[in-house]
């Protein structure tokens, strides 16, 4: 049974959920203000949490933040928002994934168990074993990422959308494969989820020394782990 934090100032909307993923197998706690939400992320380890933007104490936003200091556990973020502005804001700063209130449970059931699945099984079928390419080195067993030995923390949407790149090195993946293998649906040309995951995964890869064009944006068409010969050439 997985565990779930939800984090939500709606008791209605907290009971309802409860009962509802409840019925498939989910074992959900509810917290209803930020600061009491923080803590109990961080207290012990959830399989998911899925945060509410608008809440006491602190906003849901600022608890992301303090999350991703501590933990690289999947975050949902629910909003009642609907400016594309605060979905972007959220995903910049690390939510594995958005869903917009009001949401019917069921497309919220099939988020949740795409990012659970996503945690788990490898986006993409393969052979087992370390996947190396650029200096990166990628453990799809012990979800490790490592730049020239220096260890590199993602997130699992970040892992995941790695490993599909890395095992087609200087090969186009598409966006429309990336986003059923990583996200775990059709790609949509509005949702900016995905080009968000990128930027992050490019910016992780970039402070950890990787040259900037390391995953490269083929425009209109998808993403690419380009194969550079001259690493320091492409930092310049």
């Not at 809440?55 to 690289?72: K, N, Y």
């Not at 200096?135 to 490790?144: Q, S």
Request: overall charge negative.
């Amino acid at each position: 049974m997985d565990d779930i934090l939800l984090i939500d100032d709606d008791v209605e909307l907290c009971s309802m959920l409860t009962e509802y993923l409840g019925r498939y197998g989910f074992l959900v706690t509810a917290v209803h203000r930020g600061d009491s939400g923080l803590s109990a992320a961080l207290e012990r380890p959830y399989a998911l949490v899925l945060l509410d933007v608008m809440l006491p104490g602190l906003d849901g936003f600022e608890v992301l933040r303090r999350i991703r200091t501590a933990s690289a556990v999947s975050v949902l973020l629910l909003t009642a928002r609907g400016e594309d502005v605060d979905r972007i804001v959220g995903l910049e700063i690390g939510a594995d994934d958005y869903l917009s209130k009001p949401f019917n449970p069921r497309e919220l059931l099939a988020r949740v168990r795409a990012i659970l699945r996503r945690a788990t099984v490898n986006p993409v079928k393969a052979e087992p074993g370390l996947l190396r390419a650029e200096g990166l080195e990628l453990n799809p067993a012990a979800r490790t990422v490592h730049f020239n030995g220096a260890s590199v923390d993602l997130t699992d949407v970040e892992f995941a959308l790695l490993e599909a790149l890395m095992r087609a090195p200087g090969t186009v993946v598409t966006r429309e494969d990336i986003s059923e293998g990583v996200l775990g649906r059709k790609f949509h040309p509005f949702d900016r989820s995905l080009d968000m995951h990128v930027s992050r995964l490019r910016r992780k890869l970039a402070d950890s020394g990787a040259p900037e064009a390391q995953v490269k944006t083929i425009r209109g068409v998808g993403y690419q782990l380009a194969l550079i010969a001259n690493p320091q050439r492409a930092r310049a």
